[in-house]
C-alpha cells in the first residue's frame, strides 16, 4: 500500500489533485515520505518539512484508487492487494502534511507475471499551428483536411498507401467535452490545430511535413506558424502486454565468488 501511494512521486502530495487550486507551492513541490511503525500494520505518509503540496485525506484517497482495477484484488508481481478496508486519516497538528493509512490486506500473488513489450510499427509526425481570427476553430478543421487530402493525392501519384490513422484536434474548441462542449466553442478566435498522421513508410510522412507550411500562404488567413518549425518524422513504438507462467520462468540467485 505505502509502495502504491508514492510510485508516482508527488501525486501523493497533491500533483494533478481533482482540487489543484487548494495546493499551493508547485514551485517547490515535495515528494512522498512513507514512515513505517514497527508493526508495518500502518503507515503516515508525509512530505519534507518547508516544502510545497498537499497531503489530505482526499489526496492520499485519489492517489490509492489511481489506476488499480479491482480494489479487492490489485495485481502485483509479489502480492495481490486487498484496500477494501484501508481507512486513511487526518494527523492532528499535521493538517496538510501527513495523514496515517491503515487497514490494507495482501493474499499470494497471481501464476501469471505481466509482461510489456514493445515492436515498431511504422512513423508518425505531429503538426501543430495556432489560428486566430473569426471563426478560427472552422478555419483549423478545413485547412487541417486539405493538407490530408493533399498529400493524399500525392500517395496516390507515387503508388504509397493511405495513412495508417490521422487524428485531428482543435485546441481551444472544446473538442475533447463531444456533446457537452459549450454552444460555439468552435466559433472561437483563437484556437490551436493539433493534428498527428501515422504511415508505415517514412518517405509518406516527409512528402507530409513539407505540405503543411504552405497552408500558411495557400489556405485560410490567420495561421500564425509552426510550434517546434516543420513537423519531425518518428518512428512508432507500440506497447504489447500479456501473461505469462511463473512456473515456466527460472529463478535464481547468482552471487559473485569469494
Not at 490509492?64 to 486487498?82: H, K, N, Q
Not at 516543420?230 to 507462467?245: C, E, G, Q
Request: hydrophobic share 40%; aromatic share 8%; glycine share 12%.
Amino acid at each position: 500500500m505505502g509502495g502504491h501511494l508514492v510510485e508516482c512521486g508527488a501525486q501523493a502530495t497533491g500533483g494533478i489533485f481533482t482540487d489543484w487550486d487548494q495546493v499551493d507551492g508547485w514551485d517547490n513541490m515535495g515528494f512522498p515520505v512513507v514512515e513505517f511503525d514497527g508493526s508495518g500494520d500502518q503507515f503516515i505518509l508525509t512530505k519534507p518539512p518547508n516544502t510545497g503540496g498537499l497531503v489530505t485525506v482526499a489526496v492520499a484517497a485519489e492517489q490509492m484508487l489511481y489506476e488499480i482495477g479491482d480494489p479487492a484484488s490489485y495485481l502485483l508481481p509479489d502480492v495481490t492487494c486487498d484496500f477494501t478496508n484501508v481507512q486513511i486519516l487526518p494527523i492532528p497538528g499535521k493538517q496538510g502534511e501527513a495523514v496515517q493509512v491503515f487497514g490494507a490486506k495482501g493474499r499470494p500473488p497471481s501464476s501469471s507475471y505481466k509482461v510489456s513489450a514493445t515492436y515498431a510499427n511504422g512513423y508518425r509526425a505531429t503538426a501543430v499551428c495556432p489560428v486566430v481570427g473569426p471563426r478560427a476553430g472552422d478555419k483549423a478543421i478545413k485547412t487541417a483536411n486539405s493538407i490530408l487530402a493533399r498529400t493524399r493525392m500525392i500517395f496516390k501519384q507515387l503508388n504509397l498507401p493511405d495513412y495508417t490513422d490521422t487524428c485531428v484536434k482543435v485546441i481551444g474548441s472544446e473538442g475533447v467535452y463531444g456533446p457537452h462542449a459549450r454552444p460555439g466553442a468552435l466559433a472561437s478566435r483563437e484556437v490551436a490545430l493539433w493534428f498527428a498522421v501515422s504511415h508505415s513508410n517514412k518517405k509518406a510522412l516527409e512528402i507530409f511535413s513539407r505540405e503543411v507550411a504552405p497552408s500558411g500562404t495557400g489556405m485560410a488567413p490567420g495561421l500564425t506558424g509552426l510550434v517546434g518549425g516543420r513537423p519531425k518524422v518518428a518512428p512508432v513504438l507500440k506497447l504489447f502486454s500479456f501473461l505469462y507462467p511463473k512456473d515456466q520462468v527460472p529463478v535464481g540467485v547468482l552471487s559473485p565468488q569469494a
